[in-house]
């Protein structure tokens, strides 16, 4: 072929090439180039460039040689995978078009969240995952099936066994709920109805979530020394992974209240040799020493919220309910440290009180503060923040390896209320507080707690590590500017330090601002061979 034709041919072909949009012509869409690299493992951090084509990593390495649509300089920076949260409230929010958006969560580098914890929640996966497909969502979603409303919507608020025939319908809520691709039972036998349920009957349903693959997670039955106390109720999430055979998760652990302060060291050690015994057992924390909870749920004795609210009003009025319920309730607060120790977080009959503590409610009535609590409860059930921990509970239970990170938070409207703070930090305030300013951890053993942990507890597929194949959940992350200015006075702060944050792959967060659209999906428990789940 003459010279001639051949260079008229190269620059026919250049020519075109040129004319292809740059996606054509680059082997990757996205290449995040000079990295600190934490890949979710646990291994310290190492340099090395990711590159990402749709929504897949496609290579971790040295690419230099390589080119993409886009380039990302991530010199000084950490990337690592996109962080999942175990245990949130967020569901509800992410069900509305208002709040789908999930900035606070995509704020912290969370990409990833489980929902209808505690035994809570919406009980139709499938029309759960509808609403929350008919607007978009902005982080990935992983659904639990909630025991207790389970149990509400077959048995009411009814403090009795189930019979034989509510057994089975229970059965065929939680069955259709793995069906529909839960990742598991979440259980909250602390609360109502769940605290009416025994331990038989949360294994009966535990086994029909092993069929599938499913893990189980429980608000355990007592933090402090309620009922049956905060080991046996360790312990009896031990015994249903034990005989139902799946792996369980203690959720939110903790010593809630100065009458258990210092029982960190029991619960290890009840942890760690059951699992030598081959018990799958593992737990979730958030990083700090208070707890939020409902008034109710910190305060009245279960006897009391059997039959629902209209029951609870009428013990309230009837005197000798009444003398009952404030001797229990009395008690209670003394679990919980005192007045004091109390803090409202919303209660719409009266925002005023919003940020208050208990004490300062009572005192402004005239009244005692157990009185105080059940006038309070006349006119709703507010939340509440509870100063109830110890640091050193908190810095031991978090060095387990065992041990995932979760938020326990809520998705509110932007100045609704006095929440937690962990809605907006808990993710940033575990890297600054608990790694860089006291040591409690190192980096890449709090970031596997975000990410390969949670994964391979609940069998997420394809996230919480950075590798070849894996989605392409992705937070880039300044060490230096991680912080969560959120406080318990003045919660609604978005965190700060996440550059960006890719959600399967598409920007949700670029240069620290928010991308408009919403990338999440709903996703599913992987089937089984042979068809289940």
Same mark, same amino acid.
């Given at each position: 072929?003459?010279? &001639? ?5 190269? %620059?026919?072909?250049?020519? @075109?090439?040129?004319?292809?949009? %740059? ?75 208002? %709040? ?6 995509? &704020? ?60 089975? /319908? ?26 009416? &349920? ?68 029991? #619960? ?44 609870? /009003? ?15 309730? #009395? ?44 006038? #309070? ?12 921990? #110890?640091? &050193? ?100 702060? @978005? ?15 670029? /240069? ?12 599913? %428990? ?8």
């Amino acid at each position: 072929m003459p010279f &001639a034709t051949i260079t008229r041919r190269l %620059l026919a072909g250049a020519a @075109l090439l040129a004319a292809l949009p %740059l996606h054509a012509q680059t082997p990757y869409d996205l290449i995040i180039r000079n990295g600190r690299v934490l890949d979710g493992s646990g291994n310290p951090w190492y340099r090395a460039d990711v590159a990402i084509r749709g929504e897949r990593i496609v290579a971790v390495g040295d690419l230099s040689g390589q080119r993409a649509a886009r380039e990302i300089d991530a010199a000084g920076l950490y990337v690592a995978p996109g962080f999942i949260d175990v245990h949130t409230h967020a569901g509800e929010g992410l069900a509305t078009a208002a %709040l789908s958006h999930g900035q606070p969560l995509l &704020a912290q580098g969370i990409t990833t969240v489980l929902v209808n914890p505690d035994g809570g929640g919406a009980t139709d996966m499938a029309r759960q995952r509808a609403e929350m497909q008919s607007h978009g969502i902005g982080v990935n979603v992983a659904q639990m099936v909630p025991h207790g409303s389970v149990r509400s919507r077959v048995m009411g608020m009814a403090d009795r066994a189930p019979t034989p025939a509510e057994m089975d /319908q229970m059965r065929a809520l939680v069955r259709a709920g793995m069906e529909e691709g839960a990742f598991g039972l979440s259980t909250g036998p602390w609360y109502a109805p769940g605290s009416f &349920a025994k331990t038989e009957e949360l294994i009966d349903l535990s086994r029909i979530v092993a069929g599938y693959g499913g893990a189980y997670s429980s608000h355990i039955r007592d933090e402090a020394d309620y009922n049956v106390g905060l080991v046996a109720a360790v312990d009896e999430v031990i015994r249903i992974g034990r005989e139902a055979r799946l792996r369980v998760v203690a959720t939110h652990l903790k010593a809630l209240g100065p009458r258990v302060w210092g029982y960190s060291g029991a #619960l290890v050690s009840r942890i760690d040799r059951a699992r030598a015994e081959g018990v799958e057992v593992f737990a979730d924390q958030y990083p700090y020493t208070a707890s939020a909870t409902s008034l109710s749920g910190a305060l009245v004795p279960r006897w009391a919220l059997a039959g629902g609210d209209t029951a609870l /009003q009428r013990r309230i009025a009837d005197p000798a309910e009444r003398a009952r319920l404030r001797v229990e309730v #009395l008690d209670n607060l003394d679990r919980r440290g005192g007045a004091d120790r109390i803090q409202f977080r919303r209660h719409r009959a009266d925002p005023t009180i919003e940020g208050r503590t208990l004490l300062w409610v009572a005192q402004r009535g005239g009244v005692e503060p157990v009185d105080a609590v059940l006038e #309070l409860l006349r006119s709703g059930n507010p939340g509440v923040v509870s100063f109830n921990m #110890l640091d &050193a509970d908190v810095d031991l239970l978090m060095r387990q390896p065992w041990m995932m990170t979760s938020s326990d938070g809520d998705l509110v409207p932007m100045g609704e209320g006095v929440p937690h703070p962990r809605s907006y930090g808990t993710y940033p305030r575990k890297i600054r507080e608990y790694v860089v300013e006291r040591g409690v951890m190192d980096l890449a053993a709090a970031i596997r707690s975000m990410t390969s942990l949670p994964a391979t507890v609940f069998r997420i597929p394809d996230r919480g590590t950075l590798r070849e194949g894996a989605v392409a959940d992705v937070v880039v992350f300044d060490l230096a500017r991680v912080n969560d200015p959120a406080t318990f006075s003045d919660p609604h702060k @978005l965190a700060e330090g996440m550059v960006h944050v890719l959600v399967i792959g598409r920007p949700a967060v670029d /240069q620290g601002r928010f991308s408009p659209q919403l990338h999440g999906r709903v996703l599913a %428990l992987p089937r089984r061979p042979g068809g289940s789940r």
